[in-house]
């Protein structure tokens, strides 16, 4: 099974764009738990801290297309490394400054979020110019599935641990510090330098123009929905049974659940097309999330939540070929970048619904919206399908490296 893997992380810049980005995307990763941190630390409410955070959120589902699109107009290191230094010097100036006066910090997210680099979508955007064939490109993207929830897991350690060595302010300092270093390690490789889009037909909605985009856009709406419903779930699960402890454990088993499954996917190759596939792993997903409202005992309960995850990693590895296939030509940063905007979105707007739930009818309503999410996503990937085999293309021109102008990726293989 690892193999596979392994064989991608030894190909020449492969290893270094992989945790270059992942490093580059530490900030964000663990922009909630530092702010909510941080604020505490200097005396502010939870509201307070819950509104910057919010506005972070916002502002980076807003930025994320709108960088992707300069990405694609301009290149890779005349967008991401600015955008780096300016999301680190918002956090920087809300370290400095703290929370009074309130404006200044609201302000220094809103810097923060925007500005924070598309590198997710700008690495999925390199794979076929780093890998050669077919195979390695979509196990590439279950990778990047798997290194995410290892990402997520990780990053919040990282800043719990920079707190008890030195404190809030110094560790949000570091963890953007290493935002800014791992996506100048990016941008300064051979692949980011040499990328191109491919040239783009001019149209104001860029890769919005897509059906099949829209679709998949939709359905990862309620797939992140759903997601941040079982966020809120799990905590009111742990208040019920009385220890906090079991949060983590239930989002830990959630996790690993992921992981698995991303393992899992990326290590065979698939027949069909990726439409149908997602079609299934969707469908599959949304299962995995209903026998969650049987809120059971604390072990049952872990074994659940792991397996409501295992489709999660292969569902997200799945609609990154889907987006290739469907991103207009020259539009595939700004396409991979609608995707994050429309699941963190959804996380968004989940965890929203899943409060009132909870106090509504209990830690199992709140599951129930997740498991509403799920159908959701699932109902319009079925309401859609004819969009998505329509429009879903066969071969699909997404970058032109510079010392190579003849060469022409083409990442769309299934």
């Known amino acids: 099974m690892a193999a596979g893997y392994l064989e991608i992380l030894r190909t020449r810049h492969a290893a270094r764009l992989l945790v270059g980005t992942l490093t580059g995307r530490l900030p964000n990763a663990t922009a909630a738990i ?11 409410s ?46 920087a100036v809300l370290a400095f400054v703290g929370i009074e006066p309130v404006a200044v910090a609201y302000a220094a997210m809103l810097v923060a979020g925007f500005c924070t ?20 490109v979509h196990t590439a993207y279950a990778m990047d599935a798997i290194a995410q929830e290892v990402m997520f897991t990780v990053g919040p350690l990282l800043v719990t641990l920079g707190i008890a060595l030195w404190s809030p302010a110094t560790a949000l300092l570091a963890i953007n510090a290493l935002g800014v270093l791992g996506a100048l390690s990016v941008v300064l490789s051979q692949p980011s330098r040499a990328w191109r889009s491919a040239p783009r037909e001019a149209h104001w909605l860029g890769a919005l123009r897509s059906k099949g985009l829209l679709a998949l856009l939709g359905s990862f709406f309620f797939v992140g929905l759903a997601l941040g419903a ?60 209903l026998p969650l409202m049987l809120v059971p005992g604390v072990p049952a309960m872990a074994a659940l939540t792991m397996l409501s995850g295992v489709f999660l990693a292969p569902c997200i590895a799945c ?8 991103a207009p030509r020259g539009t595939v940063t700004e396409a991979f970048s609608w995707l994050v905007t429309a699941f963190g979105v ?23 919206v997740a498991g509403a999410g799920g159908a959701a996503a699932l109902l319009v990937l079925l309401a859609t399908q004819r969009v998505l085999a329509a429009d879903g293309r066969t071969q699909s021109v997404v970058g032109v490296a510079e010392n190579d102008p003849t060469r022409a990726v083409e990442p769309g293989f299934s």
Do not use: C
């Open 230 to 289: 079982i966020i809120v779930a799990a905590s009111a699960y742990a208040d019920d049974h009385g220890r906090e402890s079991i949060y983590g454990w239930l989002m830990a088993a959630n996790g690993l659940g992921a992981l698995l499954g991303g393992l899992v996917y990326g290590a065979r190759q698939w027949s069909g097309t990726p439409e149908k596939r997602l079609k299934s792993l969707v469908a599959l997903l949304a299962v995995g999330y």
């Open 46 to 91: 939870y509201s307070l801290a819950g509104a910057l955070t919010a506005v972070y959120g916002l502002a980076t589902a807003a930025g994320q297309p709108l960088l992707g699109r300069a990405v694609d107009l301009y290149g890779q290191p005349r967008v991401m490394l600015p955008a780096s230094l300016a999301s680190a010097l918002g956090m």
């Open 117 to 136: 680099p598309p590198l997710e979508g700008g690495l999925r955007a390199l794979w076929p110019s780093v890998l050669t064939r077919e195979e390695q």
């Open 319 to 326: 609609a990154f070929i889907v987006v290739d296939r469907h």
């Open 34 to 44: 530092a702010v909510v941190l941080f604020v505490r630390a200097e005396g502010g």
């Open 346 to 368: 959804g996380t968004a707007l989940g965890t929203a619904v899943a409060g009132p739930a909870v106090e509504l009818g209990g830690s199992a309503a709140s599951f129930a």
